[in-house]
Nanobody
C-alpha cells in the first residue's frame, strides 16, 4: 500500500516562498516518477510539475516555469516542490502523486494512481 503525505503549505504574501514536501511509504518509491498537482476552488485539478524516478529530467506547467523547482530524495522517500515568487493565482490545494508508469506522459491526472491528501497554499496580495 502506497501512502503519500504532503506538508509545508501555509499562508504567504505575494513574492514569498514555500517548500512543499511529500513523504511516501513503501519500498518502490524510487521506481516511479512523481508529480505535483494543484486544485483551486471551482477549478479542475491541474498539473504543476513532475520528476522522473532518477531525478531528471523534470517537467513544469508554463505557469510555474522559472519559479517552481521539483526535486526528490530517494533515500528519504520524499519529493519536494520549492515555490518562489509566489502569486495570488498560485493559491490552491497542492497534491503530490505517484505516476503509474503506464504512459510516457507526465501531464495528465489520469497517469497517476496514488494521491496525497493535499496541503493548502494561500498567497495573499
Amino acid at each position: 500500500q502506497v501512502q503519500l503525505v504532503e506538508s509545508g503549505g501555509g499562508l504567504v504574501q505575494a513574492g514569498g516562498s514555500l517548500r512543499l514536501s511529500c513523504a511516501a511509504s513503501g519500498r518502490t518509491f524510487s521506481n516511479y516518477a512523481m508529480g505535483w498537482f494543484r486544485q483551486a476552488p471551482g477549478k479542475e485539478r491541474e498539473f504543476v510539475a513532475a520528476i522522473t524516478w532518477s531525478g531528471g529530467p523534470t517537467y513544469y506547467a508554463d505557469s510555474v516555469k522559472g519559479r517552481f523547482t521539483i526535486s526528490r530524495d530517494n533515500a528519504k522517500n520524499t519529493v519536494y516542490l520549492q515555490m518562489n515568487s509566489l502569486k495570488p493565482e498560485d493559491t490552491a490545494v497542492y497534491y503530490c502523486a505517484r505516476h503509474l508508469g503506464l504512459s510516457s506522459s507526465f501531464y495528465p491526472v489520469s497517469g497517476y494512481g496514488y494521491w496525497g491528501q493535499g496541503t493548502q497554499v494561500t498567497v495573499s496580495s
